[in-house]
């Protein structure tokens, strides 16, 4: 059983490819976490958790997640595994544009209080997707080609270790100053930066096809007289999936988008589509 959490595809594409490989199902938190949270295990059935770093901080969606986890094995429902020795195997694969900070120990940490002991964990880097910042920007198609080709041969390097069971840590693209990023920059961004209300759109180039409603992960968008409004309930992620799928580019983060790239997996795929 595999749980993500995708906005612009990145962590969708790497869970599909992980869930190929192992044959595995996949759930989509944004989706699971309105139910019961409640998983039947299979005899040797594993737990993965395939997600995108964001703000170097583990999402509230994904620790309210965690925390509300159960599974029923040989009959019982189980709030936690009390002797983490005797959970089943474990492990995680997490996405980022360039670092993840400590993301990964907050992570573990969660999954640890659930008695769920991590034996294999790894990193991607993916193309960058977070413009929400005056020197942020997408990456090059160069560059986007160039992070994709890698990511592929880690992401199935990581499904063969995970295939065979074996307790095996990959590195963690934790950055140069992990405790920086995370515990002051990620403060900042989750008090400031990590909210829905600097978005806004352009009416006029609206066409309103959507999309951005469509994308959005967390069901944080209606749309109103052909335009979207956010709906400011706290779960917004500023993941900018909202902005990126907006073929008109209608949509902006206050001025930090102006002139900048748009990003999701497949959009290159898209265009060709197009034309």
Known sequence: MLFTLSCTGNTRWAADMLAQVLNDRVVSIPEAVNGDCIYRLRAGERIGFCLPVHGWRLQPLVRDFISRLQFVTHGTVNDAFQDGAHSPYCYFLI???DSCGEYGEQLEEALSAKGLRVSSCCSVIMPESYVGLPFMDVDTDLREAEKKMNARSVVLEFADIV???RSVRMPIHRGAMPRLYSRVLGKFFYR???TDKRFKVDTDKCIGCGL???HCPV???MISDRHPEWLHTGRCMTCMACYH???EKA?????FTKGKGQYYYDHNKEKGRKH
Not at 251 to 255: A, E, G, N
């Open 95 to 97: 996405t980022c544009g």
């Open 212 to 214: 951005c409603q469509k």
């Open 219 to 221: 069901d944080n968008i």
């Open 245 to 247: 799928y907006c073929p």
């Open 192 to 194: 400031y930066l990590i």
């Open 163 to 165: 295939a065979e069971n």
């Open 251 to 255: 949509i902006s983060f206050w001025r």
